[in-house]
């Protein structure tokens, strides 16, 4: 069974800060790892993936991935008001049964705080 | 250019009934998938299209459920006497069909089906 889990929150960050929101997976079969982004009533929206160990930035979002530990985060610098939404982890395998559905997570609510 | 539409954004009907939900992608994607996301839930995966053929089903909860995608465009979910528990958000994505992990799907804003 491929599971992907995250801590459901809230999480709450006052305005400015750093929001790490962590994931971990079950399928060592897993190669590539989503970050979505979801408001409330509104559908998925892709931050950014990540695929090799170590970290990736993009702007104020850094992907990390340690593989051995199954575990992937996302971090948020300067954490704004319209941060606040359901982050969701997704996981690809890439090859084999199941390749290119993602496995999501029930997502992380995160609340940033004016 | 456009992202991923879908038809109807809303649907209410009654137990038992017939609903079709349409997806249109990306200009371009040749890869289709639908999900299925209940309150407080991720999405979780139903079926893949790679052209006009269905890649992986797996995730289809039953034989009530069809898809189809004929001209390897518009994708049209089927559900024949549906029940309470069908009730949900029916999200489309398309992604460029790279045959790699890293192929990224981009969501449709969904279709919210409410069974009575």
């Known amino acids: 069974q491929k599971e992907v889990e995250q801590n459901s929150g809230p999480l709450s960050v006052p305005e400015g800060a750093i929001a790490s929101l962590n994931c971990t997976y079950s399928d060592r079969g897993s190669q590539s790892f989503f970050w979505y982004r979801q408001y409330s009533g509104k559908s998925p929206e892709l931050i950014m993936f990540?695929?090799?160990?170590g970290d990736k930035e993009d702007g104020r979002f850094t992907a990390q991935l340690n593989k051995a530990s199954q575990y992937v985060s996302l971090l948020i610098r300067d954490s704004q008001p319209s941060d606040s939404a359901t982050y969701l982890c997704?996981?690809?395998?890439?090859?084999?049964?199941?390749?290119?559905?993602?496995?999501f997570g029930k997502g992380t609510k995160l609340s940033v705080i004016p | 250019g456009a992202g991923v539409s879908q038809t109807p954004s809303n649907k209410v009907t009654e137990k038992g009934k017939y609903v079709e939900l349409r997806c249109d992608p990306i200009?371009?994607?040749?890869?289709l998938y639908w999900y299925r996301q209940s309150l407080g839930q991720g999405p979780e995966f139903l079926i893949y299209f790679q052209g006009t053929g269905a890649a992986d089903d797996s995730g289809l909860p039953n034989d009530r459920f069809f898809a189809v995608r004929p001209e390897g465009s518009v994708s049209t979910l089927k559900i024949q006497r549906t029940e309470r528990g069908d009730s949900a958000v029916y999200l489309c994505?398309?992604?460029?069909?790279?045959?790699?992990?890293?192929?990224?799907?981009?969501f449709g804003p969904g279709t919210r089906l409410t069974v009575l």
């Open positions: 997704a996981a690809s395998r890439g090859t084999g049964a199941g390749s290119y559905q993602l496995t």
């Open positions: 994505a398309s992604s460029l069909g790279l045959f790699s992990s890293t192929d990224t799907q981009y």
């Open positions: 200009s371009g994607h040749t890869a």
């Open positions: 990540i695929y090799s160990n």
